[in-house]
């Protein structure tokens, strides 16, 4: 018999180990590809970890939207690059330090946030989802645009000033610049650009047939 | 514990391939069908030499294929270079887990299973991208280039046709999405008519996906060769040609399932007889259906590259971000309110 929680557990570690492992990856691997490909599994990895803990509504989420257009748009802009790598190694010996201070630190903040809550002894509630006997994305719906529905609401809104931001940055006006219009092109009348020349038939052999030009 | 073995890892097994190996059959016929219809468009006569009527021309291709050398070029990345057709092939393949045949037949009946489609379909484009970069070629990259912006444009389109239908619906879940278009009104309780312009959003969006004509620039014969794959022979290339193929059935299943009633019938509600099995489904409704409905749509593929031009790179980017996305998002406030003002009742009957 196989044990549900220990095969759970395995499978958490398991995912778990591939995930530090990937990420690992990404700032250790020279070509800046098979980094960028690390980061991937590091998402996917941590999706699969989401799914165990019955979270599926943010771990297809994760998939959707990080590896399946982030990580996209992402590799589109590391395949243009051409990186030399030896200033990114010397920058990496340079700037370690700097970077394990800040690992340090982010390290002691987490032990620090997690031992407060151990401190309250704040035992987590069984699952919402399943207590009001809904699916995890119905629940999750729910709450969101209920009792959370200022909080969702501003949050779109500052995405929709970040678009409109990149757009205004990244927007230049040329002077010189062409372009059609679709709508022109589809209300285009044919007449107006070609003209059908009714011809008597003539013989090339007559002189009389030689003054028009043949179109 | 021996039981318990058969039932949690055999039959998934033999589920999987009662589903794997039609799927890779109906490939090849496919092809043999797009060869022959397109040639009939064309006026000519399309393979006729192996096999009777050229049935076996598929067969003598794969064949073919697999006995040709796979090719490395030279200071290619050798590792994602044999990765990249995998890739490609995988969620194509992974994505037909949630697909219902029937009302029972399905294999993994999960609840998020519109959420998981999105989640696959958007997967494969790694395949050709990596397969564009891997290959070391300029012709290859820059196929991997227009199909990651055309994929990625387009995914938003049909990401938010499918909102259309799970407003609809109710549900995320695909069975119960077709659960949700019975009724005592036939055909016109399926989510095609009150979805008619997302309906047409999401076929489109699907050919676009597939990088299928008119939207195949990212193999742009006349441009860049052949594109992502200019570099692949053998059965590498035959992966991708599998992968390919196996979305575009994909993609007819779902339009099927999401707009056409999957397995229901069109004559649902309107014939109360008692009939044998054998005539029964034609009214009650059975996977006959489904793959009628498929295979109607898969033609639409085959007649959209017989017929249409192929696009120009900005033509698609025009049509996906400011004709398609503004069409679903204004069709989803649409669906919001016939679902708000009972005009659309999901699943009344049956």
Same mark, same amino acid.
């Given at each position: 018999m196989i044990d549900t929680n220990l095969l759970q557990l395995i499978c958490f570690y398991g995912f778990a180990a591939v995930t530090v492992g990937a990420a690992l990856a990404v700032i250790s691997l020279k070509n800046s590809v098979h980094a960028v490909l690390s980061l991937?599994?590091?998402?996917?990895?941590?999706?699969?970890?989401?799914?165990?803990?019955?979270?599926?509504?943010?771990?297809?989420?994760?998939?959707?939207?990080?590896?399946g257009a982030v990580m996209v748009l992402f590799l589109f802009v590391v395949m243009m690059l051409d990186i030399k790598m030896e200033q990114v190694r010397e920058g990496f010996i340079r700037y370690l330090p700097v970077g394990i201070i800040v690992a340090l630190v982010m390290l002691a903040e987490m032990l620090a946030l997690i031992g407060v809550r151990a401190m309250h002894a704040h035992?987590?509630?069984?699952?919402?989802?399943?207590?009001?006997?809904?699916?995890?994305?119905?629940?999750?719906?729910?709450?969101?645009?209920?009792?959370?529905?200022?909080?969702?609401?501003?949050?779109?809104?500052?995405?929709?000033?970040?678009?409109?931001?990149?757009?205004?940055?990244?927007?230049?006006?040329?002077?010189?610049?062409?372009?059609?219009?679709?709508?022109?092109?589809?209300?285009?009348?044919p007449r107006d650009r070609i003209r059908v020349v009714k011809m008597a038939p003539s013989r090339p052999d007559e002189p009389t047939s030689s003054e028009e030009p043949l179109q | 514990?021996?039981?318990?073995?058969?039932?949690?890892?055999?039959?998934?097994?033999?589920?999987?391939?009662?589903?794997?190996?039609?799927?890779?059959?109906?490939?090849?016929?496919?092809?043999?069908?797009?060869?022959?219809?397109?040639?009939?468009?064309?006026?000519?006569?399309?393979?006729?030499?192996v096999g009777p009527w050229g049935l076996l021309q598929a067969f003598a291709d794969v064949v073919k294929l697999l006995i040709k050398e796979v090719i490395l070029p030279s200071s290619a990345n050798r590792f994602l270079y044999y990765l990249a057709p995998l890739l490609a092939l995988v969620p194509a393949f992974a994505a037909w887990a949630v697909v219902p045949f029937d009302d029972r037949m399905v294999l993994a009946n999960v609840n998020a299973g519109l959420l998981y489609l999105l989640a696959m379909t958007s997967l494969g484009v790694y395949g050709i991208i990596l397969a564009g970069w891997a290959s070391n070629s300029r012709y290859a990259l820059l196929g991997a280039m227009r199909s990651a912006a055309q994929v990625i444009s387009y995914e938003l389109a049909m990401g938010l046709s499918l909102v259309c239908v799970l407003v609809l619906a109710g549900s995320l879940n695909l069975t119960d999405i077709v659960h949700a278009q019975a009724g005592g009104k036939g055909l016109f309780d399926w989510f095609w008519l009150p979805l008619l312009p997302v309906f047409i959003v999401y076929f489109i969006s699907g050919v676009a996906e597939t990088n299928r004509a008119p939207f195949d620039v990212a193999e742009g014969e006349s441009e860049i060769v052949a594109g992502f794959h200019v570099e692949y022979s053998g059965s590498a290339f035959a992966i991708f040609f599998l992968a390919e193929y196996a979305?575009? /059935?994909?993609?007819?299943?779902? @339009?099927?399932?999401?707009?056409?009633? *999957?397995?229901?019938?069109?004559?649902? =509600?309107?014939?109360?007889?008692?009939?044998?099995?054998?005539?029964?489904?034609?009214?009650?409704?059975?996977?006959?259906?489904?793959?009628?409905?498929?295979?109607?749509?898969?033609?639409?593929?085959?007649?959209?590259?017989?017929?249409?031009?192929?696009?120009?790179?900005?033509?698609?980017?025009?049509?996906?971000?400011?004709?398609?996305?503004?069409?679903? /998002?204004?069709?989803?406030?649409? @669906?919001?309110?016939?679902?708000?003002? *009972?005009?659309?009742?999901?699943?009344? =009957?049956?």
């Open positions: 991937v599994l590091a998402f996917f990895s941590t999706a699969c970890i989401w799914l165990l803990a019955e979270a599926e509504f943010l771990a297809i989420a994760l998939i959707v939207v990080y590896v035992v987590m509630g069984a699952n919402p989802a399943t207590v009001a006997g809904l699916s995890n994305t119905a629940w999750l719906g729910e709450a969101l645009y209920s009792q959370y529905l200022l909080p969702f609401e501003v949050a779109a809104l500052i995405l929709t000033v970040g678009v409109v931001v990149a757009v205004a940055l990244t927007l230049r006006h040329r002077g010189d610049k062409k372009h059609e219009s679709a709508s022109e092109q589809v209300r285009v009348n | 514990m021996g039981e318990q073995l058969l039932n949690e890892l055999v039959l998934p097994v033999v589920y999987i391939l009662c589903i794997a190996v039609p799927l890779i059959l109906a490939v090849a016929m496919f092809v043999y069908w797009e060869r022959k219809v397109i040639g009939w468009m064309h006026v000519r006569m399309g393979p006729n030499k979305n575009m /059935i994909l993609v007819s299943f779902l @339009a099927s399932i999401f707009f056409l009633g *999957g397995w229901l019938s069109p004559l649902q =509600g309107w014939i109360h007889a008692d009939a044998p099995n054998w005539v029964n489904w034609i009214w009650t409704g059975s996977i006959i259906w489904l793959l009628i409905k498929a295979f109607l749509m898969s033609f639409l593929f085959l007649w959209f590259r017989a017929t249409f031009p192929r696009y120009r790179y900005d033509q698609i980017m025009r049509l996906g971000w400011k004709v398609f996305i503004p069409i679903t /998002i204004v069709w989803v406030l649409v @669906a919001g309110c016939m679902k708000y003002f *009972g005009l659309v009742l999901a699943g009344t =009957g049956a």
